[in-house]
């Protein structure tokens, strides 16, 4: 099992930034990759949308909406994922969550934070 919590989120005005934290414990050896998904309002848990990932090699990919605007990185001595979010726009408002991927024996396994609001004002 592994165990994902988040945090750093909050209110900011559009142009502003917050810096997202995720912090991973329990059985990290099953994690291969994680990620950062955002679910808005009325959007069903399986519409959420991946906004950036980041492989146990160190690989990231983008969406494209926040492509140049946010950053993910890993400090894998604190067993840590961030977010930095810059050139935050109302449209980037919703809850985040933290995501991890990966494989125990031959089975896939995917873990969840509990997520985290972020609210961007106009």
């Known amino acids: 099992q592994v165990q994902l919590v988040e945090s750093g989120g909050g209110l900011v005005q559009a142009g502003g930034s917050l810096r997202l934290s995720c912090v991973a414990s329990?059985?990290?050896?099953?994690?291969?990759?994680m990620g950062w998904y955002r679910q808005t309002p009325g959007k069903e848990r399986e519409q959420r949308e991946l906004?950036?990932?980041?492989?146990?090699?160190?690989?990231?990919a983008y969406a494209d909406s926040v492509k140049g605007r946010f950053t993910i990185s890993r400090d894998s001595a604190k067993n840590t994922v961030y977010l930095q979010m810059n050139n935050l726009k109302p449209e980037d408002t919703a809850v985040y969550y933290c995501n991890a991927v990966g494989h125990l024996d031959w089975n896939s396994v995917e873990y969840w934070g509990q997520g985290t609001q972020v609210t961007v004002s106009s």
């Open positions: 906004v950036a990932s980041i492989t146990d090699g160190g690989s990231a």
């Open positions: 329990g059985s990290l050896f099953e994690i291969d990759a």
